[in-house]
């Protein structure tokens, strides 16, 4: 089985200051984790994944996640975030020697203020 | 090429009814995904195909509910008869064999 845990429900910053999305995962094979955000009546949107490779992955508009396998977590960080950051982030991890499920997080929601 | 295709992107529809839902997902995609989001229960999987078979349906809440997928590049996901407590925002996405999903913009189900 396979599962993900986004600790927080909301995070919120102040526009400018750095932004931590919390993911942490558990899978039986080898995991590819990603993170996807969703703005409101929209569906979800791709902004970065770890399949192998460098630990510190970066994505769409100046995301980036550090992958540790040994605290088997894929935080998302943002060095300065926007105002237009605020969103619905979810963590994915899919098993990719087992079943090839995709399984999401409950979601964080984000917002930074001006 | 157009993404995820969903349709319809509303559906009002009274207790008791069917209810269909369709996605084409995109070209080349060996994997389809049907998923539920409710302010409850968040994202749910509710069932996942690989090259059109079904490979997990452990998340199709009830018998009401029942998905196909009759080819590479067309899906269903039916509810019958519908609930009230089917309302949701339902989302079909695809993907490679490896990598993540492509979304659709989703259907948002209303059951009165």
């Known amino acids: 089985a396979q599962s993900v845990a986004q600790p927080e429900d909301q995070v919120n910053v102040a526009e400018g200051n750095p932004l931590t999305v919390k993911c942490t995962y558990s899978?039986?094979?080898?995991?590819?984790l990603f993170w996807y955000v969703q703005y409101p009546n929209r569906g979800l949107q791709f902004l970065l994944k770890y399949i192998t490779g460098d630990n510190l992955v970066k994505g769409s508009y100046g995301f980036e996640a550090e992958f540790n396998k040994s605290q088997t977590s894929f935080h998302l960080k943002k060095p300065s975030a926007l105002v237009s950051d605020s969103a619905l982030y979810f963590c994915a991890v899919r098993d990719m020697i087992n079943d090839y499920k995709l399984s999401f997080g409950a979601g964080t929601t984000v917002t930074v203020r001006a | 090429d157009a993404g995820v295709i969903q349709s319809p992107r509303h559906e009002v529809t009274e207790m008791g009814q069917e209810v269909t839902l369709r996605c084409k997902p995109i070209?080349?995609?060996?994997?389809l995904f049907w998923y539920r989001q409710t302010m409850m229960r968040g994202l749910e999987l509710l069932i996942y195909f690989n090259n059109n078979v079904p490979i997990d349906d452990s998340g199709m809440p009830e018998d009401r509910f029942s998905a196909k997928m009759p080819n590479a590049s067309f899906s269903t996901l039916k509810i019958q008869p519908s609930e009230p407590r089917d309302s949701a925002v339902y989302f079909c996405?695809?993907?490679?064999?490896?990598?993540?999903?492509?979304f659709g913009q989703g259907t948002r189900l209303t059951v009165v």
């Open positions: 070209s080349g995609h060996d994997y």
């Open positions: 899978v039986s094979g080898n995991p590819y």
């Open positions: 996405a695809s993907s490679p064999l490896s990598g993540g999903a492509f």
